[in-house]
């Protein structure tokens, strides 16, 4: 088993001041579409697996080490509501968590000064009040399009849902890709479309979620993930959220690499989002170490790394809870909403 990463090497949130996830590089511009890069991504799946299954294992983080890192993927969550019964009242309880996600008093004792998740997520009719609810934060409101989560509804009608988002104030687009052209190998199609979408999004950063789970294979997921960053993907998502199968290491091992792979050649840094099914702490820590072995240190700022989530801060809280008391709260005192 690795050791724990030294005080030095943990990537602590600093204190004394607000933290707040100012995006800080260059838009991708994307590039044009190379099938020969495209076309030679492969993915061993067997080693893949293998590699993913022995994350877990090989991570010991213990007290003030396990809290800092949980401190840092609360700083990386999209906290998500996006339910049909949400309401306006639900989305500002939302966002006044999203301001104020740890007690103060928690926080205080953990040296730690005030922090804020990455963003709040949420269906186009909940952008008003999200943007209203965090004016003034720097917090950015995300928005879900492009007929989420199917992303069945006619192509022109995506590209309005996109403008009028951005319109009523989202800062960054999860747009979902048509899977089809990926399980049809057409490529050229899956890139048109996600550079109409890049155009659509203006000055909002854009998020492709490849909705993996629907994909079938591995080496789709390495392909679907370059072709979406040279069409001009800030970032790539692993899923919805509303598919049978949502994040996975093995999934998430693909995407990176593909990542990493794009950075080399092309210099350009692009995010990543798991979403779906990451409800633990013991998983935030995991994703972040596989972040921070693939890409490095940078890749564990909130505008290169985000989770998708709902329910996995009201875990970080009880982890950070048991830390400083010794005692493990109810669930029902770290509500998010």
């Given amino acids: 088993m690795a050791q724990p990463l030294a005080p030095s090497q943990t990537p602590l949130v600093s204190t004394g001041q607000t933290h707040l996830p100012q995006v800080t590089l260059p838009r991708n511009p994307g590039m044009p579409l190379d099938l020969n890069w495209v076309l030679s991504a492969r993915a061993n799946t067997s080693a893949i697996e293998r ?185 790539i998502k692993t899923s919805t959220g509303k598919e049978g199968v949502n994040a996975t290491l093995p999934v998430s091992l693909v995407m990176i690499r593909a990542i990493r792979d794009y950075f080399e050649r092309t210099g350009v840094r692009i995010g990543y989002k798991p979403a779906g099914g990451i409800s633990k702490a013991k998983d935030a820590i995991t994703y972040l170490a596989l972040m921070k072995e693939e890409l490095g240190d940078r890749w564990l700022q909130p505008d290169l790394f985000r989770f998708g989530a709902s329910s996995l801060l009201n875990d970080i809280e009880r982890q950070l809870d048991h830390h400083v008391t010794g005692n493990y709260s109810a669930g029902y005192r770290h509500a998010t909403s």
């Avoid at 186009?124 to 934060?137: Q, R």
């Fill in 51 to 235: 590699r993913a299954a022995s994350l877990p294992a090989r991570r010991s983080l213990k007290k003030a080490h396990q809290a800092a890192w949980l401190l840092r993927a609360i700083t990386c969550i999209d906290l998500t509501t996006l339910s049909g019964d949400d309401t306006a009242r639900r989305v500002e309880r939302l966002c006044a968590k999203a301001r104020q996600p740890v007690a103060p008093a928690l926080l205080k004792a953990l040296g730690m000064g005030p922090i804020t998740t990455g963003a709040v997520c949420v269906y186009h009719e909940m952008i008003a009040p999200a943007v209203a609810a965090l004016a003034g934060t720097g917090i950015p409101v995300a928005a879900v399009s492009t007929g989420f989560p199917a992303g069945l509804s006619p192509f022109e009608l995506r590209l309005k849902e996109i403008e009028m988002s951005v319109a009523a104030g989202a800062s960054e687009i999860d747009i979902v890709i048509s899977r089809r052209h990926v399980l049809s190998g057409d490529w050229q199609a899956l890139y048109d479309e996600m550079r109409a979408m890049r155009e659509a999004c203006g000055d909002a950063h854009v998020k492709a979620i490849l909705a993996t789970g629907e994909l079938g294979t591995l080496r789709n997921v390495a392909r679907a993930s370059l072709v979406c960053m040279m069409a001009g993907a800030d970032f």
